[in-house]
Each structure stands twice: as structure tokens, then as C-alpha cells.
């Protein structure tokens, strides 16, 4: 199976606290490989095999943002 990627816009994401909160939350989601947030553009890249679309947004969620 190959890795995938899947990219989401976080429109709130302003800061390094947000970063780190977005990330810690995504890394914990079985199978993310890889968590990229680009606080300049707004969106964060997930790598990892299998990605499931509902956990990674559920994730985005409890660290308190919403994914477009």
C-alpha cells in the first residue's frame, strides 16, 4: 500500500501555539507518517497510510479548529 497524502485548509491557524496543537493532535491519529503545517498559506499536509478523512478531522477539531 502506498503512502498518501491529504491536504487541508485551517483557516484559524495563526500562531506557533496553533501549529503545535494541530500537529500533536494529527500525529496521534493511527497511521499519520507525517504532519506539515504552513502557518503563512494555511494548510496542513498529512502522510501516512491508512489516512482516515473523518479521524484526521476529528483531530483538527480537538485541537480546537476546524478543516475546510
Keep these: 500500500m502506498f503512502e498518501t497524502t491529504i ?5 484559524e491557524m495563526s500562531c506557533d501555539h496553533c ?3 494541530v500537529s500533536a493532535e494529527l500525529r496521534a491519529v493511527a497511521g499519520v507518517h507525517g504532519v506539515d503545517v504552513d502557518l503563512a498559506t494555511k ?4 502522510s ?3 489516512l482516515d478523512d473523518a479521524a484526521l478531522r ?4 480537538e485541537a480546537g479548529y476546524e478543516a475546510d
Design 7 to 11: 491536504t487541508y485548509r485551517v483557516p
Design 58 to 61: 476529528a483531530a483538527i477539531l
Design 48 to 50: 501516512g497510510r491508512p
Design 19 to 21: 501549529e503545535s496543537a
Design 43 to 46: 494548510l496542513v499536509r498529512v
